[in-house]
């Protein structure tokens, strides 16, 4: 009630990882800094979350951002729409990937705040993430075409 946007989670195999680090995304792609400052942390881990207070306490940490990572838990996208939901997970799963992998082989270099913060602007609509979800779900309701009927 909180957010009356659309809300995204899964417990994605790169999301846990990142949320298991405690870590955010780093401005190291375009994709990331769709999220740059607009992502944050609840850093509370409380085991299952299924008691309404928790739900209080997640919503007000979300603020009005676009993502959350779930500490030891995993990610949480809100859009205006399901298909913008959708994608910003999709996307912010890739990007924890990317910085998963950037950290493993050595030190990613950030892109400097000004940058991050035009890129953002850019693509950090939910707009954006809608018209970049079309292609997912033309090819969803391709290959499953009983999904909807």
């Not at 850093?43 to 309404?52: L, M, Q």
């Not at 207070?53 to 838990?73: M, N, S």
Request: charged letters at 20%.
């Amino acid at each position: 009630m909180a957010r009356p946007d659309v809300v995204a989670h899964c417990h994605s195999v790169h999301g846990r990882a990142l949320a298991a680090l405690g870590d955010l995304l780093d401005p190291i792609s375009q994709e990331s800094c769709a999220c740059y400052e607009d992502h944050t942390l609840y850093n509370t881990c409380s085991g299952v979350t299924v008691d309404a207070h928790e739900g209080r306490r997640i919503a007000a940490v979300l603020g009005l951002r676009k993502a959350l990572v779930l500490r030891h838990h995993g990610l949480l996208t809100v859009g205006d729409s399901v298909d913008a939901a959708a994608w910003w997970f999709v996307s912010t799963e890739r990007s924890c990937q990317v910085q998963l992998g950037a950290k493993a082989a050595g030190r990613p270099v950030l892109i400097d705040h000004r940058q991050a913060v035009a890129t953002r602007e850019q693509l950090g609509g939910d707009l954006v993430a809608w018209i970049n979800y079309q292609p997912m779900w033309r090819d969803i309701g391709r290959s499953e075409p009983d999904l909807l009927t």
